[in-house]
C-alpha cells in the first residue's frame, strides 16, 4: 500500500522559513517526478514545485519563484520543501504528490497518482 506523509508545517510570522518533507512508503518512487501543491480557503489546489525523478530538473510557480526549493532523496523515498521568506499568501495545506507514470514534471494536478494528506502552513503578518 502506496503511502505518503508530509510534515513541518505550522504557523509561522511572515519573513520566516519552513521546510515540508514528504516520506513515501510502500514502494519506490525514484523513476517517478514528484511535486508540492497547495490549496487556500475556498480555493483550486495548485501547483507549487515539481521535481523530476532524477532531481535535476525542477519547476515552480511564478508565486514561489526564487523564495521555495524543491529536493529529493531518493535513497530515502522523501521530497522536501524548503519555504522561505514566506508571506500571508502562501497561507494553505500544502500536499506532496507522486506522478502516475512520468519522470518529467507536471504541474496538472491529473497527472500525479499518489497523495499525501496535507500539512497546514499559516503565515501571519
Known amino acids: 500500500q502506496v503511502q505518503l506523509v508530509e510534515s513541518g508545517g505550522g504557523s509561522v510570522q511572515a519573513g520566516t522559513s519552513l521546510r515540508l518533507s514528504c516520506v513515501a512508503s510502500?514502494?519506490?518512487?525514484?523513476?517517478?517526478?514528484m511535486g508540492w501543491f497547495h490549496q487556500a480557503p475556498g480555493k483550486d489546489r495548485e501547483f507549487a514545485a515539481g521535481?523530476?525523478?532524477?532531481?535535476?530538473?525542477?519547476r515552480y510557480a511564478d508565486s514561489v519563484k526564487g523564495r521555495f526549493t524543491i529536493s529529493r532523496d531518493n535513497a530515502k523515498n522523501t521530497v522536501y520543501l524548503q519555504m522561505n521568506s514566506l508571506e500571508p499568501e502562501d497561507t494553505a495545506v500544502y500536499y506532496c504528490?507522486?506522478?502516475?507514470?512520468?519522470?518529467?514534471?507536471?504541474?496538472?494536478?491529473?497527472?500525479?497518482?499518489?497523495w499525501g494528506q496535507g500539512t497546514q502552513v499559516t503565515v501571519s503578518s
Open positions: 504528490a507522486v506522478h502516475g507514470s512520468s519522470g518529467t514534471i507536471s504541474s496538472y494536478p491529473s497527472n500525479y497518482a499518489y
Open positions: 510502500g514502494r519506490t518512487f525514484s523513476d517517478h517526478a
Open positions: 521535481i523530476s525523478a532524477s532531481g535535476v530538473g525542477t
